[in-house]
């Protein structure tokens, strides 16, 4: 194959409307403006400031000030504290879904984080998402085992 060889496919390519070259042009006359009109006229549209009343779209975007803009890929995780799983008896494997259980997640589709706050007595099987390191600490030195779920 020779670059003289490509061609766009069948279809892709389409000769753009002439537009006000006649009435047998089909487009002629007033060429699909109407008659009259704020969009009859030359340089129509364009402005992003004027709307027709509508909030200008500059004002509608998020910017980043210091209130107002979410990040749309952040990950909102659920926070557990130490103190909250107290409740737990020894041997107790902690995740996700024992969690949901217990109505210690405010939102069951979002990863779970432990938290440093409190102590813990009992030796438990973690597995979360995410986990701080002074928790990490405290659960293993109550002769725990902590796991992190991918």
Same mark, same amino acid.
């Given at each position: 194959?020779?670059?003289?060889?490509?061609?766009?496919?069948?279809?892709?390519?389409?000769?753009?409307?002439?537009?006000?070259?006649?009435?047998?042009?089909?487009?002629?006359?007033?060429?699909?403006?109407?008659?009259?009109?704020?969009?009859?006229?030359?340089?129509?549209?364009?402005?992003?400031?004027?709307?027709?009343?509508?909030?200008?779209?500059?004002?509608?975007?998020?910017?980043? %000030?210091? @209130?107002?803009?979410?990040?749309? !890929?952040?990950?909102?995780?659920?926070?557990? +504290? =130490?103190?909250?799983? #107290? %409740?737990? @008896?020894?041997?107790?494997?902690? !995740?996700?879904?024992?969690?949901?259980?217990? +109505? =210690?997640?405010?939102? #069951?589709?979002?990863?779970?984080?432990?938290?440093?706050?409190?102590e813990v007595s009992v030796a438990l099987k973690v597995r979360v998402h995410r986990i701080s390191k002074t928790a990490r600490?405290?659960?293993?030195?109550?002769?725990?085992?902590?796991?992190?779920?991918?």
């Amino acid at each position: 194959m020779k670059l003289n060889d490509l061609r766009p496919n069948d279809g892709a390519k389409q000769d753009r409307k002439r537009v006000g070259r006649g009435i047998s042009a089909g487009q002629g006359k007033t060429s699909g403006r109407g008659t009259k009109g704020q969009g009859a006229r030359r340089g129509e549209g364009g402005n992003l400031y004027r709307q027709g009343g509508n909030l200008p779209f500059y004002r509608r975007l998020p910017f980043i %000030r210091g @209130e107002g803009f979410t990040p749309p !890929n952040q990950i909102n995780y659920t926070e557990i +504290n =130490l103190d909250q799983l #107290a %409740r737990f @008896e020894k041997g107790a494997e902690i !995740n996700p879904e024992v969690l949901a259980q217990a +109505n =210690l997640l405010h939102s #069951a589709g979002e990863p779970v984080v432990i938290l440093g706050r409190g102590e813990v007595s009992v030796a438990l099987k973690v597995r979360v998402h995410r986990i701080s390191k002074t928790a990490r600490e405290k659960i293993e030195k109550a002769g725990g085992s902590v796991e992190l779920i991918a």
